[in-house]
């Protein structure tokens, strides 16, 4: 059983910045990618961008690509994901999640193994 916390949302201007945080807490961690995804209002839940543990391998949804940046830190069981240049069409709860012996790539496509919580992004005009 995977555990994922997030953590980092809130209310920004457009523009601005925010830093997302993923703790995760489990078995064989370095056997998951890591990834983030998100949900607007009255829309269906999208992938955002994926990281795996073992090689730091990333894959990114293209149009998130040039302004959102994931990371993770082995020691912390943690992952990041940096958001610049924020939109006010960049509002939506944001999920951490998880899924066993895959590709950053593959997170893109596969259903996710384990979800965290969410947590709201607001980005206000």
């Known amino acids: 059983q995977v555990q994922l916390v997030e953590s980092g949302g809130g209310l920004v201007q457009a523009g601005g910045s925010l830093r997302l945080s993923c703790a995760a807490s489990?078995?064989?961690?370095?056997?998951?990618?890591m990834g983030w995804f998100r949900q607007a209002p009255g829309k269906e839940r999208e992938f955002v961008a994926a990281i795996t543990w073992s090689a730091g391998s990333t894959y990114y949804a293209d149009l998130k690509k040039r302004r959102f940046t994931i990371s993770g830190d082995n020691a912390k069981n943690t992952v990041y994901l940096q958001m610049n240049s924020l939109r006010p069409e960049d509002t939506a709860v944001y999920y951490c999640?998880?899924?066993?012996?895959?590709?950053?790539?593959?997170?893109?496509?596969?259903?996710?193994?384990?979800w965290g919580q969410g947590t709201q992004v607001t980005v206000s005009s």
């Open positions: 999640a998880t899924l066993y012996g895959a590709s950053a790539q593959q997170m893109a496509v596969k259903s996710p193994d384990y």
């Open positions: 489990g078995p064989t961690l370095s056997r998951y990618v």
